[in-house]
């Protein structure tokens, strides 16, 4: 299967962009270098083609509240949640974000390659055959991330963005484009995800850039998204948690609603009852060493763990990761060992996030 | 473009340069290029006997962790400290300050390539 094109491929062949497959789409990796772009975001603004991403329409309410872990009838019209999608053994499909809309339907942002598997869990737990319907190749999402990406798109839009707070989200134009105009992101700072038509993603994006570059705006890869996320503590799906995980193993209690009935939810509870066998984990390395997803975690000599995701912290400068460890290991300040090449590199658990942007809004 | 006469290159992408008794070791740009940002190195310890085509070290970049072969025999005198805090001269200057290891009582490796034989390679490779 040759991989998907987002509406902006041309523009990121033409910025000189490393182009790398992801979830069956061609993206770009890097333009300049993942450092520079990572500290582009940290330190001013970054700009992402996120359109890989799927979106998915619901209008059936009960249908939404059947398949996600939290109790999306709580949510106002404008306001987004983050939650999971699970099968009946309470393992982790996907991690979605639910957008309430304003005319009550429901948007469910999902991760590019589990778009399909997303869609045809919902037809086939749908009552009706057109409850659900999968727009995700007509739109767009382009993120500006970063402490002066408010600011940017405040300069772009006549909406009034100061009521948009973080997991909020109105409808209206930037740059003369209709576009859901959202506060998130998947980089630990400020910031907004612009959902648009695919006709319009170019223009959006160049505006976006030419406008920015007062700001030291950079165009910025999947490489910087993965080391910004993980420095921000952000869980990957397929990396640190999959369809044998389940939501407490990944450290995602506050998801759940288990006082309401979803798929998944007896199991968990069951699972809660029973106790884990396991936990996720942020750890620091004491020296200089990388871990890597798929690495051994020890102690004593004895594989205990897995590391998921890990790589160096570019803003905290020193080498960062999460794994899988019994719950007994799993308190901040305990000790562990990163099996390195065959090496136990030492290693300390420590509390999520690593990094926490310094003056969250 | 730095001067790289002289310079001779192995099929993994290591340069050698031989200067009177010392041989200095590096990656290409073509290397560092592929690899993208290096964050860390693992280097011999000064003194250890090197043979051709063996393992010399290992470089990792955000993306990946890579072996590294030694493109000449010979006795580590210098790994290059200041890539411990600036990994990243690898990628800015692969050439100069970029260096990895220095050798010395260096045994030549025949089947290193010139620059232009290298070019070839890598253009072939990138096809």
Same mark, same amino acid.
């Given at each position: 299967?040759t991989?998907a094109?987002?509406p902006? !491929?041309?523009e990121?062949v033409?910025?000189?962009a &490393?182009?790398?497959?992801?979830?069956g789409w061609?993206?770009?990796? &890097?333009?300049?270098?993942i450092r520079?772009e990572h500290?582009a975001?940290?330190?001013a603004?970054?700009?992402f083609d996120l359109?890989h991403?799927?979106?998915?329409r619901i209008?059936?309410?009960?249908?939404v509240q059947r398949v996600v872990?939290?109790?999306?009838?709580?949510?106002?019209p404008g306001r987004i949640q983050?939650?999971?999608?699970?099968?009946d053994?309470?393992?982790?499909?996907?991690?979605v974000?639910v957008?309430a809309?304003?005319d009550?339907g429901y948007?469910?942002?999902?991760n590019?390659?589990? &778009?399909?598997?997303?869609f045809?869990?919902?037809?086939?737990?749908a009552?009706?055959a057109n409850?659900?319907?999968?727009i995700?190749?007509?739109?767009?999402l382009?993120g $500006?991330?970063?402490p002066r990406? /408010?600011?940017l798109v405040?300069?772009?839009?006549?909406?009034e963005?100061?009521d948009?707070k973080?997991?909020a989200?109105?409808e209206?134009? $930037?740059?003369?484009v209709?576009? $859901?105009i959202s506060?998130t992101?998947y980089t630990g700072?400020?910031g907004?995800e612009?959902f648009?038509?695919?006709?319009?993603?170019v223009?959006?994006?160049?505006?976006?850039?030419e406008e920015g570059?007062?700001?030291?705006?950079?165009?910025?890869?999947? #490489?910087a998204?993965?080391?910004?996320?993980?420095?921000?503590?952000m869980r990957? !799906?397929?990396n640190?948690?999959?369809a044998?995980t389940?939501?407490?193993?990944a450290?995602?209690?506050w998801t759940?609603?288990?006082?309401k009935?979803?798929i998944?939810r007896?199991?968990i509870?069951?699972?809660?009852?029973?106790g884990l066998?396991r936990q996720?984990?942020?750890?620091?390395?004491?020296?200089?060493s990388?871990p890597?997803?798929? !690495?051994r975690?020890?102690?004593?000599g004895?594989?205990i763990g897995?590391v998921?995701s890990?790589?160096?912290s570019f803003t905290?400068?020193?080498?960062?990761g999460?794994?899988y $460890?019994p719950?007994?290991?799993?308190e901040?300040?305990?000790r /562990? #060992?990163v099996?390195v090449?065959?090496?136990?590199?030492p290693?300390?658990?420590?509390?999520l996030?690593f990094?926490?942007r310094p003056?969250?809004? | 473009m730095?001067?790289?006469?002289g310079?001779r290159f192995?099929e993994?992408? %290591?340069?050698?340069?031989?200067?009177?008794e010392t041989a200095?070791?590096?990656?290409?740009?073509?290397a560092?290029?592929?690899?993208g940002?290096v964050i860390?190195l %693992?280097l011999?310890a000064?003194g250890q006997?090197?043979?051709?085509?063996v393992r010399?070290?290992?470089?990792e970049s955000?993306?990946?962790a890579?072996?590294?072969?030694?493109?000449v025999?010979? %006795?580590?005198?210098e790994?290059?400290? %200041?890539l411990?805090?600036?990994?990243?001269y690898?990628?800015?200057d692969?050439?100069g300050k970029?260096?990895?290891?220095k050798l010395?009582?260096?045994k030549d490796?025949p089947?290193l390539?010139?620059?232009?034989a290298?070019?070839?390679?890598?253009e072939g490779?990138?096809?």
């Open positions: 299967m991989a094109r987002t902006l !491929y041309e990121h033409r910025l000189g &490393q182009m790398t497959n992801f979830g061609v993206m770009p990796l &890097q333009y300049s270098t520079e500290r975001v940290r330190e603004v970054g700009l359109s991403m799927g979106e998915l209008g059936d309410e009960s249908l872990s939290r109790d999306v009838t709580r949510l106002r983050y939650a999971v999608l699970c099968n053994a309470g393992g982790i499909i996907d991690d974000l957008y809309m304003p009550r948007l469910l942002v999902v590019a390659g589990n &778009q399909d598997g997303d045809g869990w919902m037809r086939k737990h009552q009706a409850a659900a319907r999968n995700g190749r007509e739109w767009a382009i $500006v991330q970063g990406a /408010v600011g405040e300069r772009l839009t006549s909406s963005l100061g948009v973080y997991y989200f109105v209206g134009t $930037v740059a003369d209709p576009c $859901v506060r992101g700072e400020d907004f612009l648009c038509g695919n006709a319009d993603a223009r959006l994006w160049r505006v976006l850039l570059r007062s700001d030291g705006i950079r165009p910025s890869g999947l #490489g998204r993965d080391t910004l996320r993980l420095e921000a503590g990957l !799906y397929g640190d948690m999959d044998d389940n939501p407490l193993e450290g995602l209690d759940l609603n288990l006082e009935d979803f998944g007896d199991a509870v069951t699972s809660r009852q029973q066998s996720l984990v942020g750890f620091k390395m004491l020296d200089r990388i890597r997803h798929g !690495y975690v020890v102690s004593d004895e594989g897995t998921t890990g790589n160096v905290l400068g020193y080498s960062i999460m794994a $460890v719950p007994a290991m799993s901040p300040g305990t /562990v #060992g099996d090449r065959g090496t136990a590199a290693a300390e658990v420590v509390s996030p990094y926490k003056h969250p809004k | 730095p001067d790289l006469s310079m192995a993994t992408h %290591e340069w050698v340069k031989q200067d009177g200095t070791v590096g990656i290409s740009e073509y560092q290029s592929q690899l940002d860390y %693992e011999p000064v006997q090197l043979d051709a085509g010399l070290g290992v470089i955000v993306k990946a890579s072996d590294l072969y030694s493109p025999g010979g %006795e580590v005198t790994a290059n400290a %200041e411990k805090d600036h990994p990243e690898v990628n800015q692969p050439y970029g260096w990895i290891i010395r009582a260096v490796n089947k390539l010139d620059q232009k290298y070019d070839a390679f890598v490779q990138s096809h």
